[in-house]
């Protein structure tokens, strides 16, 4: 069965660091586009970061590049969200997505709290 479970949140403080994982089963990641988005309280899913297997290239919303990374361990069919230097306006639900035809799919959300 097809399954992304996300986990790594957790509550921080600003300046701080976590790393969120996405475990995939059931799918070869190395064969799939997949990415990071997030939800913010009152504001719609917004992307945060992907990375493209046709030619491993990366992207990155402005409002995080120089500060998170994303990575992908194929072994392990696990992909990390590296964020470092947080913000309270990291906080958000983030979530993987993991682009196939003809449906995309979604894990479950982990929860990420910047906050004093």
């Known amino acids: 069965q097809e399954k992304l479970v996300e986990s790594g949140g957790g509550l921080v403080q600003p300046g701080g660091s976590l790393r969120l994982s996405c475990a995939a089963s059931?799918?070869?990641?190395?064969?799939?586009?997949i990415g990071w988005f997030r939800q913010a309280p009152g504001k719609g899913r917004e992307g945060v970061s992907c990375?493209?297997?046709?030619?491993?290239?990366?992207y990155y919303a402005d409002s995080v590049k120089g500060r998170f990374t994303i990575s992908m361990d194929t072994g392990k069919n696990i992909v990390y969200l590296q964020m470092n230097s947080l913000k309270a306006e990291d906080t958000a639900v983030y979530y993987c997505?993991?682009?196939?035809?003809?449906?995309?799919?979604w894990g479950q959300g982990t929860q990420v709290t910047v906050s004093s």
């Open positions: 990375i493209v297997t046709t030619d491993n290239s990366t």
């Open positions: 059931g799918f070869s990641l190395d064969h799939y586009s």
């Open positions: 997505k993991l682009w196939s035809r003809p449906n995309d799919y």
